[in-house]
Structure formats: structure tokens, C-alpha cells
């Protein structure tokens, strides 16, 4: 059931998430200095990004796919064989 909130809420919904979460996505806990979060933040909204993290995960794709020596589109590739593969394993 709804919440007055607009989004289910509760234990079953927490569970939800988190598998949908955990099927999903991979985890990075990048620590930074005190006082860097609000730099990143506020360049992630100069930036025309949504949140840090996209501005990290455009920023991390770009690094690897040149440190890879790899184009846009094979990089995507990749990364697709890559969550394929760990479908696979599931």
C-alpha cells in the first residue's frame, strides 16, 4: 500500500529494493577528504549532472574507455558482456 508519501514504505519494501538493488548494480564506496563532498556536489550540479554519482560513473567511463584504449560504443560493449557474464553466474 501507497503511503501519503507517493512510495511504499517499510520492511518489505526496504527488502525489495535492496534486492533490486543488489541484482542490479555494483557497489563502490569511494572515501574522499572532509569538505570534497561539497566541492563534487556542487560541480555535479555546475555540470548539468543529476547527482554525484553520475558525474562519477560519466567521468570513471571516460577515463577507462581512453585508459582501455577503447571507443564509446566498445566500452559499452563491454560493459554489457561484463553484466552478462555476471548474469550468468547468478
Do not use: H, W
Not at 8 to 21: L, S, V
Not at 52 to 78: K, T
Amino acid at each position: 500500500m501507497a503511503s501519503k508519501y507517493g512510495n511504499p514504505r517499510g520492511q518489505a519494501a526496504t527488502d525489495a529494493k535492496r534486492k533490486y538493488n543488489s541484482k542490479n548494480y555494483d557497489r563502490i564506496y569511494p572515501y574522499v577528504k572532509k569538505g570534497k563532498k561539497s566541492v563534487y556536489q556542487r560541480a555535479a550540479k555546475a555540470s548539468g549532472f543529476d547527482s554525484i554519482n553520475d558525474m562519477i560513473e560519466s567521468l570513471m567511463d571516460e577515463r577507462a574507455a581512453a585508459v582501455l584504449g577503447l571507443s564509446p560504443e566498445r566500452f559499452a560493449a563491454e560493459v554489457q558482456a561484463a553484466a552478462d557474464a555476471e548474469q550468468e553466474k547468478a
